[in-house]
């Protein structure tokens, strides 16, 4: 079932999301944004861009397999097709030393692309919906994505990220977001 994406403005997207105690609720939830992400054509959807303050997420870069130079799964190389679409809770991230820069957008603040500076290579233990927990380690699109993805677990916008001057150039839509989100919220309290 499509869920509806959450803009820039809403609080939720500012929460310091709830680490998740797993059930079969959480498989159906999978599937919604899994298909929620697909249809924004995002790479990645993390449950508060649906409304759901917990540390869930899913990434998929699957559509380019070049996109990263390595990719280990609890030590040993692995193919992207493995984990892919990828659904993890309660994620810990540990960084390399080493930075790379790229172009970012977010389903949630849609039309808003800026450079990130984030580590190149990246440790992340995560546990899976079957409860077992695995090592992915990996650079590239994948790297990003998932950091992207915990950012949000945490109430971090890639917009935290980016440079004074790239903010200022998108200071009047990101206030535009925050309009509509005002202005939904007093429709739907019309309604009560
Ligand atoms: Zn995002």
């Keep these: 079932m499509l869920r509806e994406i959450v803009y820039f403005g809403d609080p ?5 999301c709830a680490s998740v105690e797993l059930s079969d609720e959480h498989k159906a939830l999978a599937d919604d944004m899994i ?10 959807l993390a449950a508060p861009q649906i409304g759901i303050p917990i540390q869930m997420a899913v990434v998929d870069v699957s559509h380019d397999p070049e996109c990263l130079s390595f990719l280990r799964l609890n030590g040993s190389d692995a193919e992207l097709a493995d984990i892919m679409p990828l659904v993890f809770v309660n994620p810990e991230l540990e960084f390399g030393d080493e930075k790379a820069t790229d172009s970012e957008g977010c389903l949630s603040i849609p039309d808003i692309r ?8 990246l440790t992340a233990h995560l546990t899976l919906l079957d409860g077992s927990k695995i090592t992915v380690e990996c650079d590239g699109l994948l790297a990003r994505a998932i950091q992207h993805e915990v950012d949000h677990l945490n109430g ?4 935290d990220r980016i440079k ?4 200022a150039r998108i ?3 990101l206030r535009k977001f925050q309009q509509e989100y005002k202005e939904s919220q007093r429709r739907k309290s019309w309604k009560k």
């Design 12 to 16: 939720v997207l500012r929460k310091k």
């Design 35 to 44: 298909e929620t992400m697909r249809e924004a054509h995002g790479v990645g």
């Design 114 to 121: 800026a450079d990130v500076i984030r580590p190149e290579h």
């Design 156 to 159: 971090v916008l890639f917009i």
């Design 164 to 167: 004074a001057t790239a903010k």
């Design 171 to 173: 200071r009047t839509t």
